[in-house]
Antibody, heavy 119, light 107 residues
């Protein structure tokens, strides 16, 4: 059973970089799957941020592309999100997720972590 | 980006009711559509993919249909544990996009 767990600071200052890590257990990232980050502002809907294949190929939401970097560390079985120049609008619960099948729907999710952008 | 529009945004229903939620895509997405259920404070849970395929372990009272631009999620006999918010997601093209959600509340 694939399990995902987000970690990182819960508070980030405006204009700084948000950094989160997703640790995967129960499956080796280097074996396959499609890994993604999704966020949800308080009381609002879901927004796909971007995804990465086990090969390292990345896909980003154009609305965030200039500020987002997603990477994989196969030695630690982790993948990471960096979002630069954050503002209050980036305050959200951030989820990491995995798409195991050929389609890009997410069948495994982390529990989510709230990141607040505030000085 | 493909816009996904769900209706209604919220609904009130009773246990045992049949509930239908609609999701419309701004352009054709074939059957590249998933449905998720989200309860307060929890991560979304995949219910259906490929528009109509039930994820393993999901009760058979959930069903999905549609292709192209119009899709539906039906709960045939609403149970207490089904009160939640439901989201559709298209994965036909990047960026993947979600509907705004439909909150199913107790009448």
């Amino acid at each position: 059973q694939v399990q995902l767990q987000e970690s990182g600071p819960g508070l980030v200052k405006p204009s700084e970089t948000l950094s989160l890590t997703c640790t995967v257990s129960g499956y080796s990232i280097s074996s396959g799957y499609y890994w993604g980050w999704i966020r949800q502002p308080p009381g609002k809907g879901l927004e796909w941020i971007g995804s990465i294949y086990h090969s390292g190929s990345t896909y980003y939401n154009p609305s965030l592309k200039s500020r987002v970097t997603i990477s994989v560390d196969t030695s630690k079985n982790q993948f990471s999100l960096k979002l630069s120049s954050v503002t209050a609008a980036d305050t959200a619960v951030y989820y990491c997720a995995a798409a195991a099948a050929a389609g890009f729907y997410f069948d495994y999710w982390g529990q989510g972590t709230l990141v607040t952008v505030s000085s | 980006a493909i816009r996904m529009t769900q209706s209604p945004s919220s609904l009130s229903a009773s246990t045992g009711d049949r509930v239908t939620i609609t999701c419309r895509a701004s352009q054709g997405i074939s059957s590249y559509l998933a449905w998720y259920q989200q309860k307060p404070g929890k991560a979304p849970k995949l219910l259906i993919y490929a528009a109509s395929t039930l994820q393993s372990g999901v009760p058979s009272r959930f069903s999905g249909s549609g292709s192209g631009t119009d899709f539906t999620l039906t709960i045939s006999c609403l149970q207490s544990e089904d009160f939640a918010t439901y989201y559709c997601q298209q994965y036909y093209s990047y960026p993947q996009t979600f509907g705004q959600g439909t909150k199913v509340e107790i009448k």
